[in-house]
């Protein structure tokens, strides 16, 4: 079967049954489609003041500035970057006049950021200025799955989750 994509490009699909996942461990999908993208290049949060937030996720994550984004511009920061020191992990920061829709009813995309101790990431995320939004994973009747959600300054939400 071949169908035609809203910008002309061919798309070909297989007959095979809807159960049968075209993502299954060790299968190419079905599909064919020509396109460049092939990396998640960086999530990047909308906010009000992008540097504040950059500083309250550097601190957090103990994460650097990327290269010539360690100094405030004196017109405001546009967009900032951090950067894992560890790994090619990064994290933007742009500038959005957007208002962030609170947690469980419109929130759309959160980060989930691990921690070796959930306590001790709860205490730097809350000295930091994050809010918690549920108890403890006790508390919260899911002891088995470790987690935390909270706000970021920004009221974006993120999740702690212990690394197991």
Same mark, same amino acid.
């Given at each position: 079967m071949v169908?035609?994509?809203h910008d002309g490009r061919a798309l070909t699909f297989s007959t095979?049954?809807?159960r049968e996942s075209p993502w299954a461990p060790g299968r190419v999908p079905s599909y064919r489609l020509s396109m460049t993208i092939r990396h998640l290049r960086q999530p990047t949060v909308d906010c009000a003041e992008p540097r504040e937030l950059a500083e309250?996720?550097?601190q957090l %994550? &103990?994460?650097e500035y990327a290269p010539g984004h360690e100094e405030p511009d004196p017109d405001g920061d546009e967009f900032l970057l951090l950067v894992d020191p560890e790994r090619k992990a990064r994290l933007g920061f742009q500038r959005s006049d957007?208002?962030?829709?609170p947690w469980r009813?419109?929130?759309r995309v959160h980060l989930d950021l691990e921690?070796?101790?959930l306590a001790v990431g709860h205490d730097d995320a809350?000295? %930091? &200025?994050?809010?918690p939004l549920t108890g403890t994973p006790e508390e919260e009747g899911h002891a088995d799955d470790p987690f935390r959600v909270y706000e970021d300054p920004s009221g974006h939400p993120f999740c702690l989750c212990l690394d197991r």
């Open positions: 169908l035609s994509a095979r049954s809807r309250f996720y550097r %994550l &103990g994460w957007a208002t962030v829709p009813v419109g929130a921690v070796t101790d809350v000295r %930091l &200025g994050a809010r």
